[in-house]
């Protein structure tokens, strides 16, 4: 197999055409994808070794055929099937990009339009905590209001520690 002999507009039957025999029989088509039943690693992505190079099927079968994962980039399966090994269903994209696109906790934070009370997370209402989050202008002030959380003279008294000492009773 001859780097970039191909594009990952290519049909599935034309990858399993250019693959070794012995990689094609650990491949099943599912629709569009094609799916790796071979060995699997951590987190459910299929594992192969080609041509001397061992590692994460979809990635292996993308630099045999395609070429190599351009630098700082990183494959993202867009059928969202780890064990996708179909070209045309990668995409090199961002660490960013890759999470974003998937079912993280950074994507659901990033997708929430509305803090916790409904405020919205606009340009105004919205700023960004030391550690990068987003956090909510008018829920800061609700907050921070001098009215907000001071309770009633008796109570304080209570809390404080007087009333149970005999001070102040």
């Not at 080609?50 to 993308?62: C, E, F, P």
Request: glycine content about 12%.
């Amino acid at each position: 197999m001859i780097p970039n002999e191909m594009t990952p507009t290519m049909s599935p039957e034309q990858v399993l055409e250019k693959l070794p025999p012995r990689l094609r029989v650990k491949l099943t088509q599912r629709g569009d994808c094609l799916i790796w039943t071979g060995g699997k690693k951590g987190k459910g992505y299929g594992v192969l070794s080609l041509n001397g190079r061992r590692g994460r099927a979809h990635v292996v079968i993308y630099e045999a055929l395609v070429g190599p994962v351009p630098e700082g980039l990183q494959l993202d399966h867009l059928c969202r099937t780890r064990l996708c090994i179909w070209p045309g269903h990668q995409e090199p994209v961002t660490c960013r990009e890759n999470l974003m696109r998937g079912n993280t906790i950074a994507a659901c934070q990033a997708a929430k339009s509305h803090c916790i009370r409904g405020h919205p997370f606009d340009g105004v209402n919205t700023y960004r905590a030391p550690n990068g989050t987003r956090k909510c202008r008018a829920c800061r002030s609700q907050q921070r209001s001098p009215v907000r959380g001071r309770r009633p003279a008796l109570e304080m008294a209570h809390v404080s520690g007087t009333a149970r000492y005999g001070v102040g009773v």
